[in-house]
């Protein structure tokens, strides 16, 4: 059963960087495509972008406007999001998350069946 574990949030400047990892196990990550996601209070989750399973391509939300970039070490069943220039809008519990099926990631939080328990972000002025 495919278990996926958020890390390497916390507190930044308006500016700063941030790196979260997402760790698979359990089952093999080249069989998924994993989903990054955010959700700020009292706003729906949102999706960010997303690593395709195969291909390894990848989509990004319009809205990040390239401050965002998701990589994957396979040996390490670990994708990444490294985030830069981040405001305090990006202040959110961000996620991961896995889908099963063969194909070109979506951005849709419908497709994805399992989810990581989040790791806040959180960025001060």
């Known amino acids: 059963q495919l278990q996926l574990a958020e890390s390497g949030g916390g507190l930044v400047q308006t500016g700063g960087s941030l790196k979260l990892s997402c760790v698979a196990s359990?089952?093999?990550?080249?069989?998924?495509?994993i989903g990054w996601f955010r959700q700020a209070p009292g706003k729906a989750r949102e999706a960010i972008g997303c690593?395709?399973?195969?291909?390894?391509?990848?989509k990004y939300g319009a809205s990040d406007e390239g401050r965002f970039t998701i990589t994957k070490a396979l040996l390490k069943s670990t994708v990444y999001i490294e985030m830069s220039n981040l405001k305090p809008a990006d202040t959110a519990v961000y996620y991961c998350?896995?889908?099963?099926?063969?194909?070109?990631?979506?951005?849709?939080?419908?497709?994805?069946?399992?989810w990581g328990r989040g790791s806040q972000v959180t960025v001060s002025s």
């Open positions: 998350a896995a889908d099963d099926e063969f194909g070109e990631c979506a951005l849709r939080e419908d497709q994805y069946e399992y």
């Open positions: 690593i395709s399973n195969r291909s390894n391509g990848r």
């Open positions: 359990g089952a093999a990550l080249a069989d998924y495509s």
